[in-house]
């Protein structure tokens, strides 16, 4: 399985996530991806504005 990352943990290294489940919540799938650079802080989801698990894409 791959590491996964909650919203408020810094990427370990620059790429491109994706949303890989709600953190609070079951329902609801989402195919959001987003580039970061290694130790930004991931954010909520872009368009639900909610805690999320990203993974590397």
Known sequence: MADRYKTGENAPESGKYKVDGY????????????????GNQFPP?????????????
């Open 23 to 38: 953190v609070h919540e079951d329902s609801e799938h989402e195919d959001t991806s987003i580039d970061m650079e290694e």
């Open 45 to 57: 989801s872009p368009t639900t504005h909610k805690a999320v698990y990203w993974v590397k894409a």
